[in-house]
T-cell receptor
Framework: GAVVSQHPSRVICKSGTSVKIECRSL??????MFWYRQFPKQSLMLMAT?????????EQGVEKDKFLINHASLTLSTLTVTSAHPEDSSFYIC?????????????FGPGTRLTVL | GESVGLHLPTLSVQEGDNSIINCAYS??????FIWYKQESGKGPQFIID?????DKRQGQRVTVLLNKTVKHLSLQIAATQPGDSAVYFC??????????FGEGTQLTVNP
């Protein structure tokens, strides 16, 4: 259980285009999902917290108009990178909170490699 | 804030040896701690977690130790195998909310 998927796994786009990344919790419902960005040989950096049915909460320094987040259902959150530029090239990873009797644990998706030309 | 670094700490061990990966955390309010394994090009994989009411927890070939006094966390891997080679991250969280990740440690297992 507690499987999280992401689509696509890899995307290459031209500068100025928008890219949508999907994050799905496959076997559980997730009221809260998280979006991270990871540069090579670095740790994960939290970008935003996605809450089902409400606006996302963005971390300091993350532009909400550039990284649009929609969490329209209990199993799907999407991240749209608008007007992408080469500096947006990175590994984007989502996670979903899974609640058990012991509390909440975050399970991660496989990541999406974005390359902006 | 988030830990950022250009050079991951590394640990190199021989196959069959035990590995110990250490992590220092900073938030005294954190009460939930997780170890993740990340292979190249993949998302983090949950290994084991521990809550602040415990100081030790064991899984299959892995043990996590928590020392709240000095804010230190460790992951012990018994009989390390080549498939254990990866980057290992500790993460801390107050009350099971947002996670703060450590810088990661690159584990290399030599056959």
């Amino acid at each position: 259980g507690a499987v999280v998927s992401q689509h696509p796994s890899r995307v290459i786009c031209k500068s100025g285009t928008s890219v949508k990344i999907e994050c799905r919790s496959l076997d559980f419902q997730a009221t809260t999902m998280f979006w991270y960005r990871q540069f090579p040989k670095q740790s994960l950096m939290l970008m935003a917290t996605s809450n089902e049915g409400s606006k996302a909460t963005y971390e300091q320094g993350v532009e909400k108009d550039k990284f649009l987040i929609n969490h329209a259902s209990l199993t799907l959150s999407t991240l749209t990178v608008t007007s992408a530029h080469p500096e947006d090239s990175s590994f984007y990873i989502c996670s979903a909170s899974f609640f058990s009797r012991e509390g909440a644990t975050q399970y991660f998706g496989p990541g999406t490699r974005l390359t902006v030309l | 804030g988030e830990s950022v670094g250009l050079h991951l700490p590394t640990l190199s061990v021989q196959e069959g040896d035990n590995s110990i990966i250490n992590c220092a955390y900073s938030n005294s309010a954190s009460d939930y701690f997780i170890w993740y394994k990340q292979e190249s090009g993949k998302g983090p994989q949950f290994i084991i977690d521990i809550r602040s009411n415990m100081d030790k927890r064991q899984g299959q070939r892995v043990t996590v130790l928590l020392n709240k006094t000095v804010k230190h966390l460790s992951l012990q891997i018994a009989a390390t195998q080549p498939g254990d080679s990866a980057v290992y991250f500790c993460a801390e969280s107050p009350s099971g909310s947002r996670l703060t990740f450590g810088e990661g440690t690159q584990l290399t297992v030599n056959p």
